[in-house]
């Protein structure tokens, strides 16, 4: 079988396993990754991250999502272990960024009563910015409601030190609205063995996105498309 070599870790990456990441958008390639951390299981991939299993009790995250590292660190998700760069991403300016390694204890699904604690969060979320959003948006451009929107759920989610979300939004409030897209859901969140509710990334940094759509819509009209995807 022919194999594709990891000029940076300097070993053989089969051909299945490239290939297999071919129809996915993610931030983030398995061939990436440094040979050190080859062997561990994949559990799940997004579209800026990779999450391996390290142990029985321990996850690694691969991810070039600076504005999610820090967000899961600094409010304690998770911790940082390592950083490496990567010419190996098949996105030119994917490969500028580096990849930032994180470890954290394995979490569990959201069961029993916190689905609904999960849901009603989730749905207060969408339901204030829908509000701030409806408010804005018929005088100011999208990006400049949607910044307003950002603002007006800080302000709201602050108030409450008890809410589910009360920890996120106090740290988002440190950033520009411009740098990050929200991305609330039932998946942002999971929970620990004592049943604790942990929002894992709720967040996502735009100049990722932006690469990634950039990438999808030039590939589009490379195959005869025309203007966006």
Same mark, same amino acid.
């Given at each position: 079988?022919?194999?594709?070599?990891?000029?940076?870790?300097?070993?053989?990456?089969?051909?299945?396993?490239?290939?297999?990441?071919?129809?996915?958008?993610?931030?983030?390639?398995?061939?990436?990754?440094?040979?050190?951390?080859?062997?561990?299981?994949?559990?799940?991939?997004?579209?800026?991250?990779? %999450?391996?299993?390290?142990?029985?009790?321990?996850?690694?995250?691969?991810?070039?999502? %600076?504005?999610?590292?820090?967000?899961?660190?600094?409010?304690?998700?998770?911790?940082? %272990?390592?950083?490496?760069?990567?010419?190996?991403?098949?996105?030119?300016?994917?490969?500028?960024?580096?990849?930032?390694?994180?470890?954290?204890?394995?979490?569990?699904?959201?069961?029993?009563?916190?689905?609904?604690?999960?849901?009603?969060?989730?749905?207060?979320?969408?339901?204030?910015?829908?509000?701030?959003?409806?408010?804005?948006?018929?005088?100011?451009?999208?990006?400049?409601?949607?910044?307003?929107?950002?603002?007006?759920?800080?302000?709201?989610?602050?108030?409450?030190?008890?809410?589910?979300?009360?920890?996120?939004?106090?740290?988002?409030?440190?950033?520009?609205?411009?740098?990050?897209?929200?991305?609330?859901?039932?998946?942002?969140?999971?929970?620990?063995?004592?049943?604790?509710?942990?929002?894992?990334?709720?967040?996502?940094?735009?100049?990722?996105?932006?690469?990634?759509?950039?990438?999808?819509?030039?590939?589009?009209?490379?195959?005869?498309?025309?203007?966006?995807?």
């Amino acid at each position: 079988m022919r194999q594709y070599i990891d000029l940076i870790n300097e070993s053989a990456i089969e051909e299945e396993e490239v290939l297999d990441e071919a129809p996915r958008a993610s931030a983030v390639w398995k061939r990436e990754i440094p040979a050190k951390y080859r062997g561990l299981n994949l559990l799940g991939r997004g579209m800026t991250s990779l %999450v391996f299993e390290k142990d029985a009790e321990t996850v690694l995250i691969f991810t070039r999502d %600076v504005i999610k590292a820090e967000y899961m660190r600094d409010c304690g998700i998770a911790r940082y %272990v390592d950083a490496f760069d990567s010419h190996m991403h098949p996105v030119p300016a994917m490969r500028e960024i580096e990849v930032i390694v994180l470890e954290m204890p394995k979490l569990e699904k959201i069961s029993g009563k916190n689905i609904a604690l999960v849901r009603r969060a989730c749905k207060e979320v969408g339901d204030v910015l829908a509000k701030a959003r409806q408010k804005f948006g018929y005088r100011m451009s999208g990006k400049q409601a949607h910044e307003l929107a950002v603002r007006e759920a800080c302000v709201h989610f602050s108030e409450d030190e008890n809410h589910l979300l009360y920890e996120f939004w106090s740290f988002i409030s440190n950033y520009d609205a411009s740098q990050f897209a929200i991305d609330i859901g039932p998946r942002n969140f999971l929970q620990k063995v004592t049943g604790e509710i942990v929002v894992t990334d709720p967040v996502c940094a735009k100049d990722v996105i932006e690469i990634l759509d950039n990438h999808k819509a030039q590939q589009y009209r490379d195959q005869g498309g025309y203007g966006r995807y």
